[in-house]
């Protein structure tokens, strides 16, 4: 998983989260990623990238780009994003990821919860999902 930072024609940024670069790719290509504040869908990536889990974001941090953000404030930013775009399923995840699987249900961005039984099932089916830890407190 991967989170660009991106640009729109109108200069508002905002991040958007891809499987992998290619992924990016073909999204923007098809218009499918849009600008959150005026709909635009001419955006453009600004060249920093944080990789989540990965070792590219100690390696983005090292070289001094952007802000040098906490790993608190990375989840809690992760966790905003989400809570801004993912439809909340609450503990219907599994069944509605199963359905989309299936065609059954319109592709969209979901969130939810599942227990180990349903994310065995959904890796049975060969289903990609994402484990996100929940936001942690911050002191402020
Ligand atoms: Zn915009």
């Not at 499987?19 to 290509?29: G, L």
């Not at 944080?50 to 941090?61: H, L, P, V």
């Not at 359905?99 to 939810?112: A, D, Q, T, V, W």
């Not at 089916?125 to 402020?140: T, Y």
């Amino acid at each position: 998983m991967i989170i660009y930072d991106l640009v729109c024609d109108n200069e508002h940024k905002f991040e958007g989260w891809f499987k992998d670069r290619a992924s990016f790719e073909d999204q923007k290509r098809r218009k499918c990623i849009e600008c959150p504040v005026c709909g635009s869908v001419l955006v453009e990536m600004v060249p920093s990238s944080i990789s989540i889990g990965g070792r590219k974001a100690s390696a983005e941090r090292d070289r001094g780009e952007g802000q040098n953000v906490s790993v608190p404030s990375m989840l809690k930013m992760l966790n905003d994003f989400i809570d801004k775009n993912f439809d909340d399923v609450g503990d219907r995840f599994a069944e509605i990821a199963i359905k989309m699987h299936h065609g059954e249900e319109p592709k969209r961005n979901i969130r939810g919860v599942t227990t180990t039984e349903e994310q065995e099932t959904l890796e049975e089916e060969g289903i990609e999902f994402l484990r996100i830890p929940p936001p942690p407190e911050l002191d402020s």
